[in-house]
């Protein structure tokens, strides 16, 4: 994207509403997105370090005066600076606490939609880490009443916290504090302490302060286990500020300018893409349907939840996996096989070598496939392609053959109308020039699997006019006549036989077929599965280590208190 766009419109008296254009670009990136979303009082900067964040002078606007600039959700996508498989989506918000708005309300559920939508959620304050400051972010305190993780209710604590704060563990963004204009000295007790040092400090429960306080940093120690802090110093005297924006970085504050570089160089290098249970990765697609499913579910005045959320992505995502699969099927089906196949078997083979393919393509999609629901569907589709497979290639086989039968067998015609065997020893001579055509007709090759079959309807065809010219050669006697039927109708039989035997070996390899299928399927799944169950045991595992560090702190500050 060349600039930014609105995505989230925030109009006075007016419901939140998705921009369709940004949308658009959204729903075109196909990369997993490192979504970074800041928030934090209105005209404190945070425009300006998200243009840093772009590494662009210019991008979301600035406004120099005193009245909120940024409205609603801005979203700017662009390639990610050190992994060019990522997409890096910066959300620029409307500041939060202007006393000018009409809607307030809007300001708490743009805080809610930062988080559900980021990956890596900046927390931007001017000064210092302060009761002022941490007062300010309040929303953090309300979030149990802005957003659902569960479905389900859950239960609710006295101070209207969730109890099952593992979730918000899970599925809720890493945290940054940016603290601009920050002019003192990172020393705590006399001794230098680094800014995530002064972070953890500022968060520590401290005796006798307010109970709202003592909830706002229990919260954010809560619900963002992974936090960092940066501190920046002013970028540039009074008079300069008001057109930041056209300075070169040489007139900035040199302090600024390397802490401002080393912040985004934490993001570029640490913030991960954005995920959703399981692990599964979000492209710009997925956020795209988040943004719009979180959008609708406030608008219509219910409460967003993260798992409805998912569930209903699932739904798409495992959608157009199938989609994927079968395509991708098709075109290596039409690349691969040449239809009429020798036999049942090339056909078979070349199928399941893509139906392997197409189950990984799907795989690679899908999630949350609790009941395997898609990847039934899955295989039913990938058996009905093979059913209108099989039939293209008898019926390729027919036209091949009937063609090549009409060809040989010409002669054969003209000598019928013009009557070359309707004379004495006529039918000896048919008989010659036939078995010499169907030598010629068994020596072709690429008729496919219907040659047999082809040849029996065709001589079918033509028994009446043999029979006619048997009759009447009169070189043969009525007995010779009455031998020679039963041959002709014996040899049918064996042939009819055979065709038989034939249609009933295909019948058990097309059963065998579907249990190899089967089979494939099964043993793709039980890999994915297993892939599944480590991922989630990393992510039990993550809450785990997140909950006994939040244990370890509590008894550290416990101490501290004492
Ligand atoms: N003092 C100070 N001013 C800054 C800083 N960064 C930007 N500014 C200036 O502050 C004004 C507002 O900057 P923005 O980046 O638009 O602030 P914002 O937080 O996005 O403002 P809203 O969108 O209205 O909430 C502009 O004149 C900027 O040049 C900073 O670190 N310190
Ligand atoms: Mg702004």
Same mark, same amino acid.
């Not at 002013?234 to 008001?242: E, F, N």
């Not at 054969?412 to 039918?427: D, I, M, P, R």
């Given at each position: 994207? $060349? ?11 007016? &419901? ?6 940004? #949308? ?6 196909? /990369? ?9 009082? @209105? ?8 243009? %840093? ?13 005193? &009245?909120?600039?940024?409205?609603? =959700? ?87 916290? *969730? ?39 500022? #968060? ?6 307010? %109970? ?10 809560? @619900? ?7 501190? !920046? ?22 302090? !600024? ?27 710009? =697609? ?11 579910? =406030? ?15 699932? /739904?798409? $995502? ?19 096989? %040449? ?15 893509? *139906? ?5 393509? !799907? ?14 569907? #899955?295989?039913?589709? #990938?058996?009905? %392609? ?7 290639? *008898? /019926? ?24 070359? @065997? ?72 064996? &042939? ?8 009933? $070996? ?57």
């Amino acid at each position: 994207m $060349e600039e930014p766009m609105c995505l989230i419109e925030n109009n006075p008296n007016e &419901q939140l509403r998705v921009n369709q254009e940004a #949308l658009k670009i959204l729903q075109s990136i196909q /990369q997993p997105v490192v979504v970074v979303a800041i928030v934090g009082l @209105y005209r404190t900067g945070k425009s300006y370090l998200m243009n %840093k964040l772009a590494g662009k002078k210019k991008g979301f606007s600035l406004g120099a005066t005193i &009245q909120a600039e940024t409205m609603g =959700i801005w979203m700017w996508c662009l390639p990610h600076p050190e992994n060019p498989d990522h997409t890096l989506v910066l959300l620029d918000t409307e500041g939060l606490g202007d006393v000018e708005k009409s809607n307030i309300e809007n300001d708490a559920w743009i805080f809610a939609l930062s988080i559900l939508l980021s990956s890596t959620l900046v927390y931007n304050s001017m000064g210092i880490i302060d009761q002022f400051a941490l007062e300010k972010l309040q929303y953090v305190t309300e979030l149990t009443k802005r957003i659902k993780v569960k479905a389900t209710a859950t239960k609710t604590s006295e101070d209207g916290e *969730e109890e099952n704060s593992d979730d918000f563990l899970r599925f809720f963004p890493a945290f940054v504090w940016a603290v601009r204009d920050f002019t003192l000295q990172l020393k705590l007790n006399g001794c230098p302490i680094s800014s995530d040092e002064y972070l953890e400090n500022a #968060l520590r429960r401290k005796k006798g302060q307010p %109970k709202k306080l003592d909830l706002a940093k229990k919260c954010i120690r809560q @619900y963002f286990p992974s936090r960092k802090c940066f501190v !920046f110093d002013r970028p540039a005297g009074s008079r300069d500020l008001s057109e930041l924006d056209d300075l070169s970085e040489k007139m900035l504050s040199p302090n !600024f300018v390397v802490q401002a570089h080393r912040f985004c160089q934490h993001i570029y290098e640490s913030a991960q893409p954005k995920m959703i249970e399981g692990g599964h990765l979000v492209t710009g =697609i997925l956020l795209g349907h988040l943004v719009v499913t979180y959008v609708d579910t =406030i608008s219509s005045g219910s409460i967003p939840c993260i798992e409805n959320a998912v569930v209903a992505l699932a /739904q798409i $995502e495992n959608t157009a996996a199938v989609h994927d699969a079968i395509t991708y099927y098709e075109a290596e089906i039409e690349k691969h096989l %040449k239809l009429p196949t020798e036999t049942i078997e090339e056909l078979l083979k070349v199928h399941a070598q893509y *139906e392997k393919e197409a189950i990984k393509v !799907f795989l690679a999609r899908a999630f949350k496939d609790d009941d395997h629901d898609y990847q039934k569907e #899955l295989g039913e589709r #990938l058996q009905s %392609k093979l059913s209108e497979l099989c039939s293209r290639n *008898e /019926q390729a086989s027919l036209d091949r053959c009937q063609a090549v039968l009409l060809e040989l067998f010409q002669d054969l015609e003209e000598n019928f109308g013009k009557g070359t @065997y309707s004379v004495a020893g006529g039918y000896l001579k048919f008989l010659d020039h036939q078995k010499e055509k169907l030598e010629q007709y068994h020596l072709l090759p690429g008729k496919g699997i219907m040659a047999s079959k082809a040849l029996e309807e065709f001589l079918k065809s033509k028994e009446a006019a043999a029979q006619s010219i048997l009759q009447a050669d009169r070189t043969l006697t009525e007995k010779e006549k009455e031998l020679e039927v039963e041959r002709v109708r014996a040899e049918a039989s064996a &042939q009819e036989a055979k065709l038989h035997k034939q249609m009933k $070996e295909e019948a058990i390899k097309m059963a065998q077929e579907k249990e190899r299928s089967y089979k494939e399927h099964e043993a793709q799944l039980m890999a994915k599965m297993e892939e599944d169950r480590k991922k989630m045991q990393a992510e039990h595992e993550m809450v785990m280590n997140r909950k006994l560090e939040v244990i370890e702190q509590r008894g550290l500050q416990l101490q501290n208190i004492q």
